[in-house]
């Protein structure tokens, strides 16, 4: 259904008065376009608060397990008893979670980064910043830097090797689908 409009142009000091009836679409696909956009802000929105917090939750259960837990060489790295927790994640909400080594050596070849992502966030990371994001294909991802103790960097840089002068990180990548289509 078209709208009419009428449009006046006065010309000089009034000498000259046009009135034209335009006949136009109404602005909806405008408003349908802010709609979508306003959607797709609201779900990365929640995507990324759900991401922070999986990412406080994850990395206070490695730290606590790490104080508490590992003792010895017989027991797991926490690290690695989180990917159980990572995959359960995964199956029960659809929301990948996964470590990538950031400035030490990776402690098992599927903690390399992978995706051009993952690559930009360790180098953002090792650089200081302490998370990144995008929302690419339908999937909200965030990284996060995971602060690497002294126990942490003597197995990730080698026992006997000086202690590293500048800090160490690891990083957390989570990545959330937006609809629930992608689950």
Not at 102 to 109: H, Y
Not at 110 to 119: A, I, L, R
Request: hydrophobic share 45%; net charge neutral; proline share 5%.
């Amino acid at each position: 259904m078209s709208q009419r409009h009428w449009v006046i142009v006065v010309v000089g000091l009034g000498l000259a008065l046009l009135l034209s009836r335009i006949d136009a679409e109404p602005p909806v696909a405008a408003s349908a376009e802010a709609a979508t956009v306003s959607a797709e802000n609201e779900q990365v929105a929640r995507a990324r608060e759900r991401a922070a917090l999986l990412q406080k939750v994850y990395i206070a259960t490695l730290e606590v397990m790490h104080e508490r837990y590992f003792h010895g060489e017989t027991a797991m790295v926490p690290a690695r008893a989180l990917e159980d927790v990572f995959k359960e994640m995964s199956r029960q909400e659809k929301i990948q979670a996964r470590w990538i080594s950031v400035n030490t050596k990776a402690m098992s070849v599927n903690h390399e980064p992978k995706s051009d992502f993952e690559k930009l966030a360790a180098k953002e990371i090792a650089a200081g910043k302490e998370s990144l994001e995008r929302v690419d294909d339908g999937f909200y991802q965030r990284a996060a830097a995971v602060p690497l103790a002294d126990g942490c960097v003597a197995c990730h840089t080698g026992f006997f090797a000086a202690p590293p002068k500048t800090p160490r990180f690891a990083g957390l990548v989570i990545r959330i689908p937006l609809s629930p289509e992608m689950k």
